[in-house]
């Protein structure tokens, strides 16, 4: 029952915005830390963001700092990813990951996994 789903991707022009959503069953998303992986063809899967539990605390790439914002909406059972002055380096698929116990910024620490999004950020 652990299933997740991402939404939200596509093609942005340099500095423009995207929102991505992840929506997971109840009883994964209450007990889980969420994140967000990307990953660019020919390069390995890269953590880019992670919130605990809680909602208490939040993890970001240095690459994204500053222009990324993780966020938990526990009754809706969602994690978001709010993407802004997005750059052509972004284009990736971004995968929503879920695990019990703290964030972590290893991919294979994660159990469960969606199928990923498109976003494309073009020059």
């Known amino acids: 029952q652990a299933q997740l789903v991402e939404s939200g991707g596509g093609l942005v022009q340099t500095g423009g915005s995207l929102r991505l959503s992840c929506a997971a069953d109840?009883?994964?998303?209450?007990?889980?830390?969420m994140a967000w992986f990307r990953q660019a063809p020919g390069k390995e899967r890269e953590f880019v963001a992670a919130i605990s539990r809680t909602n208490g605390s939040t993890y970001y790439a240095d690459s994204v700092k500053g222009r990324f914002t993780i966020s938990r909406d526990n009754a809706k059972s969602t994690v978001c990813l709010q993407m802004n002055s997005l750059k052509p380096e972004d284009t990736a698929v971004y995968y929503c990951?879920?695990?019990?116990?703290?964030?972590?910024?290893?991919?294979?620490?994660?159990?469960?996994w969606g199928q990923g999004t498109q976003v494309t950020v073009s020059s």
């Open positions: 109840g009883r994964t998303f209450s007990t889980s830390a």
């Open positions: 990951a879920a695990r019990r116990g703290l964030p972590r910024r290893v991919a294979n620490e994660y159990e469960y």
